[in-house]
């Protein structure tokens, strides 16, 4: 079965540079999440969006930014990154019945140096 | 805001032993509560999950309770395996609207020694 694709799986970045995250959901998800985890945590939620539309937003920098597109997927924007931006960033997709349930991909590892 | 604990943080079982972790929630709307799985440098990956509704749910050898009025959930894995040797979450949310974000526990890391 298709799962999540994000993109890339690694990146390395300088302090002050910027980043881009991809992610696809599963097809016929409407619904996909952010999360942050860094080292030894558990996943933080960042962000959500539904058919395209923001629908939730939790701890997000106000540096970072992302949307859903007509596609479904979803773009994370992360400018002026710090060292503390370093970690896995996970998304994850729902869609219909058993919508609550959500599916991960398998994360951007993302280290600023 | 919602708030979840999960002891223990580390569990060591011997191969064929059972093994337990518990959540306690904080929100009293939260009405579904899921479990994932991560392996190391892979994301989580959903093993069960249980809602508000039903007390107890299982799939082969891994079950959840609920126990709504204490706020509390377990997972419950009989005849461990090598294979299940992972760091465990748990999570809950209010599903409720367009979307629901999961609020996490804090990770157990589970050995199983051959």
């Known amino acids: 079965a298709a799962g999540v694709i994000q993109s890339p799986r690694h990146l390395i970045k300088e302090k002050r540079e910027t980043a881009t995250l991809k992610c696809y959901p599963i097809p016929r998800h409407d619904t996909v999440y952010w999360y942050q985890q860094g080292p030894g945590q558990d996943p933080q939620f960042l962000i959500s969006f539904y058919e395209k539309m923001q629908s939730d937003k939790g701890s997000i920098p106000d540096r970072f930014s992302a949307q859903q597109f007509s596609d479904y997927h979803s773009e994370l924007n992360m400018s002026s990154l710090e060292l503390g931006d370093s970690a896995l960033y996970f998304c994850a997709s729902s869609s219909g019945m058993g919508k609550e349930t959500q599916y991960f991909g398998p994360g951007t590892r993302l280290l600023v140096l | 805001g919602e708030n979840v604990e999960q002891h223990p943080s580390t569990l060591s079982v011997q191969e064929g032993d059972s093994a337990v972790i518990k959540c306690t929630y904080s929100?009293?709307?939260?009405?579904?509560f899921p479990w994932y799985k991560q392996e190391l440098g892979k994301g989580p990956q959903l093993i069960i999950d249980i809602r508000s509704n039903v007390g107890e749910k299982k799939d082969q050898r891994i079950a959840v309770t609920l126990n709504k009025t204490a706020k509390h959930f377990s997972l419950h894995i009989t005849e461990t395996q090598p294979e299940d040797s992972a760091v465990y979450f748990c999570?809950?949310?209010?599903?409720?609207?367009?979307?629901?974000?999961?609020?996490f526990g804090t990770g157990t890391l589970l050995a199983v020694q051959p």
């Open positions: 929100d009293s709307a939260s009405n579904y």
């Open positions: 999570a809950a949310s209010y599903y409720g609207g367009a979307t629901n974000k999961l609020i």
